[in-house]
C-alpha cells in the first residue's frame, strides 16, 4: 500500500549545482513544465488515507527543483491539507536550497507543521565550489530557522569525493547543531561507490543523528524502495522514484493510487534499481552493434 509520496511541484531552480543531476543534458529533456492538477494528486491521496485508515502519510514537496521559487503554489498546497497536517494524518515536509527562506515562510510551515530542510554540503569550501558560493546564504536561513523554531533544522549533504577526502572534518562541521542529518551518495558522472557511502556513514553515525532508511533509496543509506510503498509525481505522471524520471511512468498523475501496480524484476535491494537497468541498458547497446 502506498503511504509515501513526494510531488515535484516544479522543475526550476535559482542554483546550478556542479552535481546536480535533475538538470544534466540526459535529464531535463525528461522535465517539462508541463501544468500538473496538484488539487486532485492531494484528493487522490486524502481519499487513499480515509480508504485505508492511514495513520500517517509521509509527503514530500520535493523534486526536480528549489521550491520555494514556488511559495504562493506551495502556500495554498499546504493550507489544502491543512486539516488532515493538523490530526497527523499527513506528515509534510518539503527541503529548500536555503537561498529564498524568509522569516514569513518559516512561520507558516511552523504554524502547519510542514517540516522544511535545508541542503548544505558541510564545510564552506566543498559547499561553495558544489552549489555555486551560497553556503553563507544557507546559514543566514538556518538561523532563521532556529529563531523561529528554537532548534536547527533537518540537513541534507551529498557525499562526494571532496567529502570523503574531508570526512571527519564534515562530521565536526554538522555536529553542533544537533539536529537530523541526510547524507545522500552523489551519483552520476562524479559519483561514489556504494562502499564507500556507507563507510562514510558508519563513521557519521558515530557523531551525528543520521537518517537512515528501510526501504527507502540507496542513495539515502537504506535499501531500494522502488515500486514498493512510495511514487514520485513529477510532468504530470508518476515515477517510481525521483531519480527514475528517464524511466517509463508508471501513470498519468491524475490516476488514483489503489490502480498503481508496478510490474518490477526481482533485483537486490541493496542496489539501486535504475542504476541495473542502466546497465542493462548499456549491455542491450553492447550486443546490439
Ligand atoms: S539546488 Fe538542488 S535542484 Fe537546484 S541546482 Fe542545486 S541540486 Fe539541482
Ligand atoms: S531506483 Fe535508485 S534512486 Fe530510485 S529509490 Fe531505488 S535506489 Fe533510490
Do not use: W
Amino acid at each position: 500500500m502506498i503511504d509515501r509520496a513526494c510531488i515535484s511541484i516544479n522543475n526550476r531552480c535559482n542554483l546550478n549545482c556542479a552535481y546536480c543531476h535533475f538538470h544534466t543534458p540526459e535529464k531535463t529533456k525528461f522535465l517539462t513544465e508541463t501544468k500538473m492538477d496538484i488539487y486532485t494528486i492531494l484528493d487522490n491521496i486524502k481519499q487513499h488515507i480515509a480508504h485505508y485508515d492511514i495513520q500517517q502519510f509521509k509527503l514530500g514537496f520535493v523534486g526536480n527543483g528549489e521550491v520555494l521559487l514556488d511559495y504562493d503554489a506551495l502556500h495554498s498546497y499546504i493550507e489544502y491539507i491543512s486539516d488532515e497536517l493538523a490530526d497527523g494524518r499527513i506528515s509534510a515536509y518539503t527541503i529548500t536550497n536555503g537561498t529564498l527562506v524568509t522569516e514569513k515562510m518559516l512561520q507558516f510551515f511552523k504554524a502547519h507543521k510542514c517540516s522544511i530542510g535545508f541542503s548544505i554540503d558541510g564545510l564552506p569550501e566543498i559547499h561553495n565550489k558544489l552549489r555555486c558560493n551560497t553556503h553563507a546564504e544557507v546559514l543566514h536561513g538556518i538561523e532563521l530557522y532556529y529563531s523561529v523554531n528554537r532548534c536547527f533544522p533537518s540537513m541534507n549533504c551529498t557525499v562526494g569525493r571532496e567529502i570523503l577526502d574531508r570526512a571527519d572534518d564534515t562530521i565536526a562541521f554538522f555536529e553542533p547543531f544537533g539536529s537530523r542529518i541526510t547524507f545522500s551518495r552523489m551519483i552520476g558522472k562524479e559519483k561514489i561507490s556504494l562502499k564507500e557511502f556507507h563507510n562514510f556513514l558508519n563513521k557519521a553515525r558515530q557523531k551525528l543523528h543520521v537518517r537512515t532508511g528501510g526501504y527507502d533509496c540507496t542513495m539515502y543509506g537504506g535499501k531500494c524502495g522502488a515500486g514498493m510503498n512510495n511514487i514520485f509525481y513529477a510532468n504530470n505522471k508518476i515515477y517510481l522514484c525521483g531519480n527514475c524520471v528517464d524511466l517509463p511512468a508508471i501513470a498519468e498523475a491524475a490516476a488514483p493510487l489503489d490502480s498503481l501496480s508496478p510490474h518490477m524484476p526481482v533485483f537486490d535491494r541493496n542496489t539501486c534499481y535504475r542504476e541495473n537497468m542502466n546497465n542493462c541498458f548499456q549491455v542491450l547497446k553492447e550486443e546490439s552493434k
